[in-house]
T-cell receptor, first 113, second 115 residues
Framework: AQSVTQPDIHITVSEGASLELRCNYSYGATPYLFWYVQSPGQGLQLLLKYFSGDTLVQGIKGFEAEFKRSQSSFNLRKPSVHWSDAAEYFCAVFNQAGTALIFGKGTTLSVSS | DVKVTQSSRYLVKRTGEKVFLECVQDMDHENMFWYRQDPGLGLRLIYFSYDVKMKEKGDIPEGYSVSREKKERFSLILESASTNQTSMYLC??????????????FGNGTRLTVT
């Protein structure tokens, strides 16, 4: 069965520092991968998605993610974090039938000044 | 821009009550979803629907039912609310039919407390 693992429950990064959030997936074929962000009290907003093609995908708010098939990973990165990036981040993969998204348990990002 | 509207942000109900959570989307999307979000567990799929009057069970359907009488509206029903259903409920929609892998668009959630 498909699954998504986000190994880090909580990460704290200094403002202006770089960020990498880890995501590993379990999937038999080419996965359809997503990163979402959830600000406090809000719904989920799509940051970026990977379907095929270039393994480095660009998203909104200066985020990017790299798909590495050999490592079954889809890590989210940002070169310089802003205080407004403090939120919860979810990695997700479509199930094999393409019917619904399977989410990781999320990583909470705190930004220190 | 896609808008998914959940009718209540906060809801407090008593054990045993029948509870309706309403969700409306304005983009003529075929697919609609109900997820439950709990700390440390992420989002878990309760039910989804590809079309009017169609529904499919997700990973945790027990204690819930759904209704989709119109394309734009998808209701989650707790037949007899219990305290372990206290949670954040998120509705989502996406375009196209089954297998098209379109991104999901989420509402802002309904935080339900059952006392």
């Amino acid at each position: 069965a498909q699954s998504v693992t986000q190994p880090d429950i909580h990460i704290t990064v200094s403002e202006g520092a770089s960020l990498e959030l880890r995501c590993n997936y379990s999937y038999g074929a080419t996965p359809y991968l997503f990163w979402y962000v959830q600000s406090p009290g809000q719904g989920l907003q799509l940051l970026l998605k990977y379907f095929s093609g270039d393994t480095l995908v660009q998203g909104i708010k200066g985020f990017e993610a790299e798909f590495k098939r050999s490592q079954s990973s889809f890590n989210l990165r940002k070169p310089s974090v802003h205080w407004s990036d403090a939120a919860e981040y979810f990695c997700a993969v479509f199930n094999q039938a393409g019917t619904a998204l399977i989410f990781g348990k999320g990583t909470t990002l705190s930004v220190s000044s | 821009d896609v808008k998914v509207t959940q009718s209540s942000r906060y809801l407090v109900k008593r054990t045993g009550e029948k509870v309706f959570l309403e969700c409306v989307q304005d983009m003529d999307h075929e697919n609609m979803f109900w997820y439950r979000q709990d700390p440390g567990l992420g989002l878990r799929l309760i039910y989804f629907s590809y079309d009017v009057k169609m529904k499919e069970k997700g990973d945790i359907p027990e204690g819930y039912s759904v209704s989709r009488e119109k394309k734009e509206r998808f209701s989650l029903i707790l037949e007899s609310a219990s305290t372990n259903q206290t949670s954040m409920y998120l509705c989502a929609s996406s375009a196209s039919g089954q297998g098209n892998y379109s991104p999901l668009h989420f509402g802002n959630g309904t935080r339900l407390t059952v006392t």
